[in-house]
């Protein structure tokens, strides 16, 4: 069981605290805080998410930037703990709209008011946030939802062009609009992250996609739903076991490796018309995670040279070029290289007519980076530095760059393939038509290239 | 809610601000009290919120306790609730003032609204004052009566929190009773959650004193009750699954097909998005299988991909959590993961923690297949730039050398890190050679090349400079300069500041003297001159020693100091078996992320209401603090066949810890207590025979600890013929029990035959063969020459179980049996039927 709950801010304020049990003394926040601060002297090593001080163990998740804590005594289960804790964090952003320091500040009776529904003497009571209205009384303050970055990966919706009603997905499952009417409708985000590494000939050595489907629910009834998917969509590989690239061939079929799925979720007729039916409960939720090795088409291929010019002097080009439709844009696009340890300065050059490109040398920990706001599907960018070494005794200049990683966020875009064909809402009414988004985007979860 | 009245103060409660705020809120306060003005309630609630958001920030308002308590007399729900959480932080200070609490509390917990009954309630419960317990009790029996099920499960939560103030209390009132019957008729899943969770804390509390309690902790463990929470477990919350779950590993099935019944109704949990279900799960499969090993591995088969699922969806922490227990199983049985070895490969922005467990797996997974494939991805890391990895990935390659799977192309990747001329890289580097020269003393001309070319001077961390002087020494005939650098270390003595290198110092221009004299003896006399002068102790008793060695007798001195060596064949495991044993059993816990057993790092009283098998399974507690001598067995899983791998293949990875002298398979080393290794060490001196047959410290201490019982007389024979129940199941614990409590029924002693002997250079063998005769290894364990096996049997179609203890030594080709038996009658015609099994192994 749990015996204290908190939620620091980054410069390690009390914003809330709760004291279940009473075991743990009083200081503790300070003591964690202090503990993953300065967890290593060098301060290059992180704090693990669980770890013990002197008979207490503490568990900690972070949510934008925001420490979300449990101590207790006993033996517990780490997983449970930080389910919770990140359960927890996505109660009270269904609740706020927008979870942030301010948000959390200026709710925070509220969310003591969750946290004793939540918890009970240390022991989870219930994190549905549907169930938790009942017991809830204050109403939330709204803050601002302008240019706040907002908890979990369908943040990124609210970037770039206005495709999105990005606000909506800001709502507080509790508040209602002006007009007193609530807004009908579901979101459903198919959300993908990729890892991939190229060998230094351009070869894939290993590649996954880790997909997750999420809900957010703001229909009134909880009105059944059904969700149908490709239809050469299969699952498990056969108990083959692993990476074996067996090539599609054409085929074009989804097969994951593994998935799971909302409790809510059922899987009837999953076999035979690859449909999900659930229920949703109110607020965000994971319908489904889903893991994919099979052979993919990346989005991006990268391709960097070293050439050594001189004792002193070397040349470094990147090359990437997007391998998607041209109807596609991938945006906050950054590639970066760390360079040998005695680089003293790089100079860049950037292709002619080069819009909204940024380069710089990270002097601290010598590494190359290179921002684009967007790439075209179709399209290829090209980067040249030129770096000058010092004359210190130097060794392989290959060998001690790289890799070349990179990180983008491409909207309306899945490598999988996996589709959602249809969203059913089950209600029997001529004119209830709640509005459906279905929204995919893929994001690089590690995307190196080694050269 | 309106808009905050001093909204324009700074709402932020950034930081303390002073007594004078307090004082000035107590005055507010104290106006709004009476007041019955129209936004009264608005002023109210934003001073109340000033008030939480002192607490909260650690500044003591205590001092308005009696103003707040007046304040919240009205009926507001949002004021009463604040009022409740202040109340609850403040009435233990305040045991007076709590007092003008009950009242209104007490009122409250008859409110016609449930939500205010039960928050009433808890606030009731929660304002843990001694003295206050008789006002509990009554609104506690009645909540647990109420007909909102939101009541029902505050009041379970509120027994417990009774519980903790007054025990005596609680019990007096009768509320576990009560709580057992809500359990089993509760039509709502949380209240019966909360009663098992209660009950868990209540009755293992109370174990110690109470053997009711003690009786009714095991019934909580009984068919009927874990097929009860079983069958409904789908309606529980998944937070409730998990206690279940949990409580279900405890349980242990009477027949075997209840395990799978139990695994068939369970499989879909092991599809939940909630990563804590998952793991629950699979610790009950793990735990069930336990002693099915063919079931058991299909187990871990079945666990493998949603595992790695959980792994890459969900928070990097719960992935990590997750990531943990998966390192676990890989470390258990390393070849079942062995074709998923890409999924270890770490990314480049993991933290450093992650890519730790993943290096350890996939040191672990490599073998014949993949080695090539890994060791070309560890020396990628190797010149990572995170410097503490890249360090780590090149001792994962040396390991892999160790492990024998193609050695060749290794030594040569490690010989390409010598020449990669960073400071980190060669010094890691070195220890490995050095380790590897160790075991394949076949390998020096290839490394002796590459090593000589390394400048002393490059090289500074204490150990690779000791395994660079180790070297020099050792293979001084084949290093032209050995005795040159050697000569110039030892001048520059007085900067050496490491105490260790200093030792290997002496060492090396010892074993350099012997077999190049002229040209080292000058050197080894300023080494001694300079040792004996040494201000550490170690170093200059070691001089002293080699001083006076040589004095008395230079071919004795090289007997003693440079012997021939035979090659390290193992390295020894830092962790013992017991441990990882331990650590397994608490599957799902913090011991798996912190890789220690729980009595480690947790108090006794905190281990948690889940620590049934305490008493049974804690042996290292046990053989420390018990003034009855528990003979200690390492009793190890059934999937032992699986781990003999593992725990085989593991090098040190550090000094050898205190126990490590002792890692006789026998017995336990590991309980890391200075304390226990020193009795058996000195009851092992003061045993002559010891020094006599040395390896076999089992034999000794067990009979020194009183385990080695006169052999009974065998019980009149004429049995009738006995038949073994082919499907026994039987838990490590249960073993252990039993063991403990039976007494010996026969003991005997048999010759081996050669043959024999040589079959058992793979016990698994043996233990298939006894197996195809319904005889099954609990645990096994031991090293050339000795070996030991634990066995059991049951009768068919009755659950009388036989228990064996054989120890093998195939130095001397003897076979020692104790056989243990729940019907004494019966183990005369089993020990006939478990010799006729051995001998048609071929072993007698």
Redesign the interface.
């Known amino acids: 069981?749990i015996s204290q709950l908190f939620v620091l801010s980054q410069r390690g304020?009390?914003?809330?605290?709760r004291?279940y049990?009473?075991?743990v003394q009083?200081g503790s926040a300070e003591i964690f805080f202090r503990k993953v601060k300065f967890w290593k002297e060098d301060g290059?090593?992180?704090a693990?998410?669980?770890f013990?001080v002197d008979?207490v163990?503490y568990?900690?998740?972070?949510v934008v930037g925001l420490l979300f804590v449990a101590t207790t005594?006993?033996?517990?289960?780490?997983?449970?703990v930080?389910?919770?804790?990140?359960r927890i964090a996505r109660v009270i952003k269904d609740y706020l709209g927008i979870l942030n320091e301010d948000s959390l500040?200026?709710n925070?009776?509220l969310v003591?008011?969750l946290l004793?529904e939540v918890i009970?003497?240390g022991?989870?009571?219930?994190?549905?946030t549907e169930m938790l209205k009942?017991?809830v009384?204050?109403?939330p303050?709204v803050v601002d939802a302008a240019r706040l970055q907002s908890l979990g990966p369908a943040a990124i919706f609210m970037q770039g062009p206005k495709r999105m009603p990005g606000t909506a997905v800001t709502k507080s499952v509790v508040a209602t609009e002006p007009g007193g009417r609530r807004r009908e409708e579901i979101f459903v985000d198919i959300i993908e992250k990729i890892?991939i590494?190229f060998s230094s000939s351009g070869y894939i050595l290993?590649s996954?996609i880790?997909g997750?489907i999420q809900m957010k629910s703001y229909l009134t009834g909880n009105p059944e739903i059904r969700l149908a998917f490709n239809d050469d969509l299969s699952i498990?590989r056969g108990g083959g076991?692993?990476?074996d690239y067996r090539s599609s061939s054409g085929s074009g079929a989804v097969i994951l490796?593994?998935?799971?799925?909302?409790?809510s979720v059922r899987l009837d007729s999953f076999d035979m018309d690859k449909t999900l039916s659930l229920i949703p409960p109110d607020g965000e939720f994971?319908v489904?995670?889903?893991?994919l090795t099979q052979e993919f088409k990346p989005p991006f291929r990268i391709n960097p040279l070293i050439e050594e010019a001189g004792a002193l002097k070397a040349e470094v080009i990147i090359k990437v070029r997007a391998d998607f439709s041209s109807s596609i844009t991938a945006n906050t696009i950054m590639v970066m290289m760390?360079l040998p340890k005695y680089t003293t300065r790089a100079s860049f050059e950037l292709e002619p007519g080069a819009l909204g490109q940024t380069t710089d040398f990270k002097e601290a920990?010598k590494r190359l980076e290179w921002g684009l706001k967007k790439i075209v599907g179709g399209s290829e960018h090209t980067l040249r530095a030129k770096l000058t070494f010092s004359p210190e005794?130097h060794?392989?200049i290959t060998?001690?760059s790289g890799?070349v990683?990179m990180t983008f966020t491409i909207p309306m875009y899945n490598a999988s393939k996996l589709q959602v064909k249809y969203l059913q809402i089950a209600k029997k009414s001529g004119t209830y038509n709640p509005y459906r988004w279905v929204r995919y985007v893929t994001q690089a979860?590690?995307y190196?290239a080694?050269i | 809610m309106a808009p905050p009245v001093q909204s324009q103060r700074s709402p932020s409660p950034s930081q303390p601000s002073g007594k004078g705020e307090v004082s000035d809120l107590k005055l507010q306060l104290r106006q709004l009290a009476g007041s019955r003005a129209p936004g009264v309630d608005d002023s109210k609630r934003d001073l109340f919120k000033k008030v939480i958001s002192y607490m909260t920030i650690g500044i003591d308002v205590s001092s308005v306790f009696g103003e707040m308590v007046m304040c919240s007399a009205a009926s507001d729900i949002v004021l009463k609730k604040m009022c409740y959480l202040y109340v609850g932080n403040y009435a233990k200070v305040n045991p007076d003032l709590a007092l003008l609490t009950i009242n209104f509390l007490q009122r409250d917990c008859k409110d016609e609204d449930p939500m205010i009954r039960g928050l009433a309630l808890r606030s009731l419960c929660s304002l843990r004052v001694a003295n206050l317990v008789e006002y509990l009790v009554g609104p506690l029996g009645s909540g647990l009566k109420d007909r909102s099920s939101y009541v029902r499960t505050v009041a379970v939560m509120g027994v417990l929190k009774l519980y903790h103030i007054s025990a005596s209390t609680c019990i007096d009132a009768d509320f576990p009773a009560i709580l057992k019957n809500m359990m089993f008729n509760d039509s709502e899943t949380q209240v019966v959650a909360n009663c098992l969770s209660a009950l868990q804390e209540i009755w293992s509390s109370e174990a110690s004193t109470s053997e009711e309690a003690s009786r009714e902790r095991e019934g909580l463990l009984s068919k009927t009750n874990v097929y009860y929470l079983l069958n409904r477990i789908k309606e529980f919350s998944e937070w409730a699954q998990c206690l279940v779950l949990e409580l279900v590993a405890k349980y242990v099935p009477s027949e075997g097909s209840e395990i799978f019944d139990i695994m068939n109704l369970l499989e879909d949990r092991l599809q939940h998005a909630n990563g804590a279900v998952v793991l629950a799960t699979i610790k009950v499969f793990l735990q069930l299988t336990l002693s099915m090993t063919d079931v058991h591995q299909q187990v871990y088969e079945r666990i493998k991909a949603p595992l790695l699922t959980l792994v890459s969806s969900g928070s990097p922490e719960q992935s990590y959590a997750v990531l943990s227990h998966l390192h676990l199983l890989v470390m258990r049985a390393p070849f079942i993961f062995s074709s998923d070895y890409k999924h270890f490969y770490c990314q480049y922005n993991e933290p450093s923690y992650v890519k730790k467990l993943k290096l350890e797996m996939l040191t672990a997974v490599a073998n014949e297949s993949n080695t090539y494939e890994i060791v070309t991805e560890l020396c990628e890391y190797a010149a990572n730039v995170d410097i503490p990895i890249a360090r780590e990935s090149i001792r994962a390659v040396g390991k892999i050398a160790l492990q024998q799977y193609d050695v060749n192309a290794i030594v040569d990747r490690l010989l390409q890190f010598l020449e990669m001329e960073k400071d980190y890289v060669t010094a890691e580097a070195l220890v490995l050679v050095k380790d590897l020269l160790r075991k394949y003393p076949q390998w020096s001309q290839d490394c002796i090349a590459v090593v000589g070319n390394i400048s002393s001077k490059n090289v500074q961390e204490p150990k690779a400079k000791a395994a660079l002087i180790w070297m020099l020494g050792e293979y001084s005939k084949d290093m032209h300069d050995a005795p040159y650098i050697l000569e110039s270390l030892i001048e520059n003595w007085e900067e050496e500041h490491s105490a260790e290198v200093r030792l290997h110092l002496l060492t090396a221009v010892m074993k350099c003297f012997f077999k190049r004299p002229p040209e080292t003896q000058k050197a080894l006399g300023a080494a001694l001159a300079a040792g004996l002068a040494d201000f550490h102790q170690d170093v200059h008793d070691r001089a002293l020693f080699y001083y006076r060695l040589l004095q008395y007798n230079v071919s004795v001195a090289e007997h003693v100091v440079d012997p021939p060596k035979q090659a390290v064949s193992v390295f020894a495991d830092t962790q013992s078996s017991e441990i990882k044993d331990r650590i397994f059993d608490e599957f799902n816990s913090l011991s798996v992320v912190y890789q220690k057993p729980s009595y480690m790092f947790t108090d006794k009283e905190h281990r948690g209401p889940l620590e049934f098998s305490d008493e049974v399974g804690n042996i290292s507690i046990g053989i420390e603090s018990a003034g009855t001598v528990v003979p200690v067995q390492r009793v190890e899983a059934n999937d032992k066949d699986l781990l003999l791998s593992t725990s085989e293949k593991e090098e040190s990875r550090g000094p050898s810890n205190n126990g490590s002298v002792y890692s006789a398979p026998s017995y336990d080393a590991s309980a890391v207590s200075a304390a226990a290794s020193q009795t058996l060490l000195e009851l092992a001196i003061s045993n002559p025979t010891v020094s006599g047959h040395a390896p076999q410290p089992s034999l000794e201490i067990d009979d020194l600890l009183g385990l080695g019982l006169p052999v009974e007389p065998a019980p009149a024979p004429s049995p009738p013929p006995l038949k073994l129940n082919s499907k026994a199941a039987l838990d490590p614990s249960t073993f252990q029990q039993k063991w403990r409590q039976l007494p010996i029924s026969l003991s005997q002693e048999h010759s081996i035959s050669p043959e024999g002997v040589a079959g058992l250079t793979a016990p698994q063998a043996l233990l298939r063969h006894m197996q195809g005769h319904s005889i099954h290894c609990i645990a096994s364990g031991g090293q050339s020459p000795n070996f030991k096996f634990f066995f059991f049997a049951q009768k068919a179609e009755e659950s009388s179980t036989f228990l064996v203890e054989c120890i093998i030594n195939t130095s001397s080709a003897k076979a020692q049996m104790k056989i243990k038996a729940d019907d004494q009658s019966l183990s005369e015609a089993f020990s006939a039927l478990f010799q006729s099994a051995l001998s048609k192994f071929g072993l007698l």
């Open positions: 069981m304020d009390n914003i809330v605290f004291d049990r009473g075991e009083k290059q090593e992180e693990p998410p669980v013990n008979g163990n568990f900690h998740v972070k005594r006993v033996n517990i289960a780490p997983s449970l930080l389910e919770l804790l990140q500040r200026k925070f009776v003591y008011e004793d009970d003497f022991y989870v009571q219930t994190t549905s009942s017991y009384f204050n109403e303050i890892s590494t290993t996954e880790d997750t498990g076991s692993g990476y490796d593994d998935c799971n799925f909302h409790q994971t489904m995670n889903y893991r760390p920990n005794s060794g392989n060998k001690e890799p990683s979860n590690s190196v080694r």
